[in-house]
């Protein structure tokens, strides 16, 4: 999961590609014979173009920053960032200012192990959650923690196909489970199931993050609650009008679609964010945010989106 960072400083991410170039000319063609007395008719344009480059003969290939699918970000302690390239199975490390560092190629040995999430530990390790479909063609996961340098630290399998991974200030693991009963599992570092919660309220539980005192957010898919929202009065949005729910928070968690917060320690239900169409929640010292395809809401103020992306 993103850790947030103060909005201080924009950290630009390069994105590398090859451009196919095209020249154009306009070439003049003779005019036609004109009848006696009447005016010489202006001479007809045309557009030639010339192919100058191909991609046939590119030399590309996976390098650190130069990422295909964008499927998980993370931040650590030191401003490092930790991304996953679904295309390339791989995690890109880049600098706080956006300079590519490394590159780790996973599952090398496994090419139907496919990463899809990853979180920042306190103690610096990076923790990467991946799926592997079984015999019967269903998912599995596999939960791997590398060291900031890519070193691989451990490794194991859970046959239930978690959504996505948190770690917790005290070092515990945090994973959401869509499928059957939907919840939050809590594992300690060593794969030891401590407690779950969220079985009640939980209908489709598609990302979480915790907050640095351990309360836990939820991304959850169920039935919007309470009137329909109005537009947001905010700056003009890059692609349609906010949807945002400006109300406080309601106790009632039933079929929410927004984010559920739980209390840290005891896990109990605290409230909920009636938010429709929200897709991942990340939490830091600038605050918790959720993002919404181009949006990026401040969970506190919903009605107020930060435009971060262009259309």
Same mark, same amino acid.
């Given at each position: 999961m993103p850790c947030p960072? +103060?909005?201080?400083?924009?950290?630009?991410?390069?994105?590398? =590609?090859?451009a196919l170039l095209l020249l154009a000319g306009v070439l003049g063609l003779p005019a036609e014979a004109a009848p006696s007395g009447q005016a010489t008719p202006t001479p007809r344009q045309a557009s030639v173009y010339r192919w100058v480059d191909t991609w046939a003969q590119a030399d590309w290939h996976a390098s650190a920053g130069r990422f295909a699918s964008a499927g998980d970000i993370t931040v650590d302690g030191a401003g490092r960032h930790y991304l996953i390239d679904r295309v390339h199975d791989a995690v890109h490390v880049l600098a706080s200012d956006g300079r590519p560092l490394a590159l780790w190629r996973l599952h090398a040995e496994d090419p139907a192990s496919h990463a899809r999430r990853l979180d920042a530990a306190p103690d610096g390790s990076i923790w990467v959650l991946s799926w592997r479909e079984n015999a019967f063609g269903q998912p599995t996961s596999q939960i791997e923690r590398f060291s900031s340098a890519g070193q691989r630290l451990g490794a194991w399998w859970d046959a239930r196909p978690f959504g996505d991974i948190a770690i917790g200030p005290e070092g515990r693991l945090y994973l959401s489970v869509a499928s059957d009963r939907p919840r939050i599992v809590v594992l300690s570092d060593a794969a030891v199931e401590v407690a779950e919660f969220g079985a009640a309220e939980l209908q489709v539980p598609v990302a979480l993050d915790l907050d640095a005192e351990g309360r836990i957010y939820v991304v959850n898919h169920g039935r919007s609650i309470g009137t329909a929202p109005t537009p947001s009065p905010? +700056? @003009? @949005?890059?692609?349609? @009008? =906010?949807?945002? =729910?400006?109300q406080s928070a309601t106790p009632e968690p039933a079929a929410t679609d927004g984010v559920l917060v739980f209390a840290p320690r005891s896990f109990a239900f605290e409230r909920a964010h009636p938010i429709p169409g929200v897709g991942d929640v990340a939490s830091g010292p600038a605050g918790t945010f959720v993002s919404r395809e181009l949006e990026i809401l401040p969970l506190d103020r919903p009605d107020r989106p930060l435009y971060a992306l262009p259309f």
């Open positions: 960072r +103060p909005l201080q400083h924009a950290h630009p991410i390069v994105f590398a =590609s090859w905010g +700056p @003009p @949005p890059t692609r349609e @009008p =906010s949807l945002a =729910s400006g």
